[in-house]
């Protein structure tokens, strides 16, 4: 079964600090998708990036990077020198496709608050 | 660009009342819909997901109901609401991979 796992529920840092949030996967597809999400306090999720499992290659986009690890089935995020208005709570999700590409269904962790102080 | 639009943002309704969330996307045709439910602690929940008009996929078995009369209109509804309905409820869109997400419903049911 397919199955993704945020062991972090909660993380607090100071501005400025470096942050790295974890994500652990578990599918039997040899294809399949990762995302993240971020979720601030008004609800709404919002796409942040999505990463195709045969592309291991890390990623940077401004603070934020990720770090993608098959052979641990692992999907870290981390953000540099995080700012308030990072906090949220943060989401890693992995597609289940199925027919043909069809249907794209998302399986998400339980997420991480991510509480970033002043 | 692709706007997707719910409403209401906020609902309380009693329970035994009946229900109806709707979700609409604009500058997109044919998309994939999917109705997700988040509750109090967190997780996320899929309900139900459609790849086109009149097609429903139902991933949970319970007190809801979903329909899409027209491409970009998804309709989460229920004749009778339990207290374990409140939630918030996201609609989301997608073409290729990446869901797009609604900026969801919050209900209460008293």
């Known amino acids: 079964a397919q199955k993704v796992t945020q062991a972090q529920t909660e993380i607090s840092v100071v501005e400025k600090e470096d942050v790295t949030l974890d994500c652990v996967y578990e599918?039997?597809?040899?294809?399949?998708?990762l995302f993240w999400y971020k979720q601030p306090p008004s609800g709404e999720l919002v796409f942040l990036i999505r990463?195709?499992?045969?592309?291991?290659q890390n990623e940077i986009s401004g603070r934020y990077s990720w770090n993608f690890q098959k052979s641990t089935s692992s999907f870290n995020f981390t953000i540099t020198a995080s700012q308030v208005v990072d906090s949220a709570v943060y989401f890693c999700?992995?597609?289940?496709?199925?027919?043909?590409?069809?249907?794209?269904?998302?399986?998400f962790g339980t997420g991480t608050l991510l509480a970033v102080q002043p | 660009s692709q706007t997707i639009h719910q409403w209401p943002a906020t609902l309380v309704q009693p329970v035994g009342s009946p229900l109806s969330l709707e979700c609409t996307v604009e500058?997109?045709?044919?998309?994939?819909l999917y109705w997700y439910r988040q509750a109090a602690g967190r997780g996320l929940q899929l309900l139900f997901y459609?790849?086109?008009?009149?097609?429903i996929s139902s991933e949970v078995p319970q007190n809801l109901s979903a329909s899409r009369p027209q491409d970009r209109q998804f309709i989460l509804s229920s004749k009778k609401l339990l207290l374990s309905d409140s939630g918030f409820y996201l609609c989301?869109?997608?073409?290729?991979?990446?869901?797009?997400f609604g900026p969801g419903t919050r209900l209460t049911v008293t």
């Open positions: 989301a869109w997608s073409r290729l991979y990446e869901q797009y």
């Open positions: 599918t039997r597809d040899t294809t399949y998708y």
């Open positions: 990463r195709n499992s045969f592309d291991e």
């Open positions: 999700a992995l597609s289940e496709v199925s027919g043909g590409g069809a249907t794209n269904k998302l399986i």
């Open positions: 500058g997109t045709s044919n998309p994939n």
């Open positions: 459609s790849v086109g008009i009149g097609q």
